[in-house]
């Protein structure tokens, strides 16, 4: 089954860019190709909430035809449900929101497009990108798993090979955590890089944009769409030499066997490849910035969801209308305390972050779960949501379970692109110690 | 001419309820009342860019008939025009988004609407509520002047008679300034506790969602349904004993008289009236505040306006396009610097705030500009917002030119209710003062 990767649909999106522009591939070809992988599997994978391949295709078209050489020029991109699209419904994935039409685009949306790219359909969500209604979707890599949610459908449809890219959002853990149990390449960047507009908004404080491909290049194009730049240029083009910290945080002991080895694995990796790897001590008042990251995220769910529990009530999931009634008695002086806390950590990290290249820590606690109900917990992301760092997870390696479990590279605010630079070298070195015969993390090629 | 403001049309927001939910009044009588003040002063006013009067009596018959008593039922509410009406266009004021037309609510007119409000039209704005276009709107207490930007179309028709109530957004000092110069109250409430979605964003960290009213008790209206509320209620019922501070801030050098008088004159009658008021002195680093304002805010736009952008080009005005090439050469590190200077400043101005019941500072330099062009500066706003504290104007106070001048009530995060009471017993002495023969701020009536 290997030789299916070498077909269209498993192009990178750098890689179709390439063609593309040297005439040598039409936005049409690209885009059949995710169509009939999307044909093949749909009943399995169940990653759109709404997919017309006849617009698909008109704009693939357009593309094709167009003289303007957009950096994203026919590059189909799926859009997480929760973004407004001018031509497509957005439900939210929420039973109260199925004839929901905005005709506008998410500024984010707006940006694809003028970059040239194909919007190709809306991808699956939890309800609300919160919680209440999971996506249908289901793990590529093993159809009785969750992806991961909130963005499920985003990272399933690209894991595989029904788009190259897709667009989801990050309150807690909806990027990274679907990367990792979908074996995938995303970003969440800095927050606030890219504009919020235009989409349901959870918690203004933590709500990021950020994106899945297969490749870290990839990542990188879609920071040149969205005009994401570092002060200076990552300085290093390989791991000898370079200086990474992996920091185990507050939640280590939520770390299963698979997350364990993997960050060990990637020790040993570093190193081999002539890295240094120290560990990076957080101080002790970061161990409150998971119970912050709640504090704020439902006193802020609070001014959000207010227009929908005045008209639906109790007709919201349970959980949300407990968020609403401030079950947990959260006080303003918890609101202020934790914004202050989260304040002081967000400077005390980039300090801490600062004397090394990038720094490793895991993406989820261990593989995707067994079932849809259960779709993982953002334990391991909520503190870098909360500190506005850039996080790329790092695909490639695999638990007993068989299925995917990444790591993420993250670092200072606004260093998006060293993030991904490193992730990307790491990422190269995880694959080819999975190309190794025997190793234990051997790629299966199972899709 | 002091009979007029017995006329409908001059009732305040929580009068007219009072009224109809006694069955004394009806939507439809007050929304009769605002139309007819607008067609007689629309041609010199110019408050909105749209008004569809059968609209709007249409939803104040629906009001007068449904059983649902909402905490606004019936009552008018103009809506700037960079927010979403689902019912009428959205232009931004700009001359690129004539035809633009979200068929969506924002979530702040979403929860108005659930609340029984009628949405009576969209208030005219500065382009994207930034800079660019100028509103089309007059001074209603001197047609020769601006009424301030960028809420100008809000805070002009609440102080003409056109509407009790209009929401607007303020990023600089686009609530609070033209509330000072066209004499009314308004609150831009603490950050996030009312949502963003739905509106044009401008600098994510900044924008904030507030209104108009012509009292105090109006203000708190619109707390109730957005569900603002403070950890405690407030605990003084008169200014006898109230402990006052008043911060001169670091750009006090650029009052002019009508504002050095005005703060002189509160402090008087704060004390007459047995309050006490003490100097509250800002540290040093405070200085920096409204250099970092501008850098987290044009930072920012550069995520926010990039889709504009990347379509527009030149063709978008020329400070923006400015601001877009990043002509200030402002940095990630000089970002990153200014969110946390911002961020210290916030826990600090709490805790130098927390020993006074309110804090007094200038709503502006002073009085409102002649001409449109010149909509006046933030100057006087930009440290406020960037601490996201809540802000009153007090109006009742007149110039040497004879043109309004505010005062703001200010205080810690998530004191917006004890900041709204505190401006009322404040405004109250100052209405009582200006009532006063010879008094030399005596209101004038002439609207």
């Known amino acids: ?163 190259p890219l897709a667009l989801g959002t990050q309150t807690g853990g909806s990027v990274i955590r679907p990367a990792s149990y979908c074996g995938v390449y995303a970003i969440k960047p800095t927050w ?38 570092d002060d200076t240029a990552p300085n290093f083009v390989g791991l000898a030499g370079m200086r990474f910290a992996v920091c185990r945080t507050p939640v280590w002991e939520q770390a299963e066997p698979a997350t364990r080895d993997a960050i060990a694995l990637c020790i040993r990796l570093l190193r081999d490849a002539g890295g240094s790897v120290a560990e990076l001590e957080l101080d002790p008042e970061f161990d409150g910035l998971t119970q912050a990251h709640m504090t704020i995220m439902q006193s802020e769910m609070r001014s959000s969801f207010q227009a929908e529990y005045r008209q639906l009530g109790d007709a919201l999931y349970p959980e949300l209308v407990g968020i609403m009634a401030n079950e947990a008695g959260q006080s303003r002086a918890d609101l202020v305390r934790a914004h202050d806390l989260a304040a002081r950590c967000r400077a005390r990290f980039d300090e801490l972050a600062a004397p090394f290249d990038a720094v490793i820590t895991p993406s989820t606690a261990g593989e995707a779960p067994l079932g849809l109900e259960n779709t993982g917990a953002a334990t391991f992301n909520r503190i870098w949501t909360l500190l506005h760092a850039p996080c790329v997870n790092v695909p490639g390696l695999r638990g007993p379970a068989g299925m995917p479990v990444g790591v993420t590279v993250t670092g200072p605010r606004f260093r998006d692109r060293h993030v991904i630079a490193a992730a990307g070298l790491l990422g190269e070195q995880i694959a080819g110690y999975a190309r190794r015969p025997g190793s234990a993390t051997k790629e299966t090629a199972t899709i």
């Open 1 to 163: 089954m290997a030789g299916a990767r070498t077909h269209l649909q498993w192009l990178t999106a750098s890689e179709a860019r390439g063609l593309i522009s040297r005439g040598e591939l039409t936005s049409r070809e690209v885009v059949s190709a995710c169509l009939e992988r999307w044909r093949a599997r749909d009943g399995e994978v169940r990653a759109w909430t709404f997919l017309d391949p006849e617009l698909a295709l008109s704009q693939a078209d357009a593309a094709d035809k167009t003289d303007d050489a957009g950096p994203l020029r026919g590059i189909p991109v799926g859009i997480k449900d929760i973004l407004y699209t001018r031509d497509m419904p957005t439900s939210f994935n929420s039973p109260h929101f199925q004839d929901f039409f905005p005709r506008i685009d998410a500024a984010s949306v707006a940006l694809l497009r003028s970059a040239g790219a194909v919007i190709m359909g809306k991808c699956d969500t939890v309800e609300f990108a919160v919680n209440g209604r999971r996506a249908a979707t289901r793990n590529p890599h093993g159809l009785d798993r969750t992806p991961g949610g909130s963005s499920s459908g985003s990272a399933a449809a690209v894991a595989d090979g029904q788009a």
């Open 192 to 229: 606030n890089a890219v504009s919020h507009e235009g989409f349901k908004v959870c918690a203004a404080s933590f709500d990021t944009l950020g994106w899945f491909a297969r490749s870290a290049d990839d990542l990188a194009l879609l920071c040149d769409a969205f005009n994401i730049h």
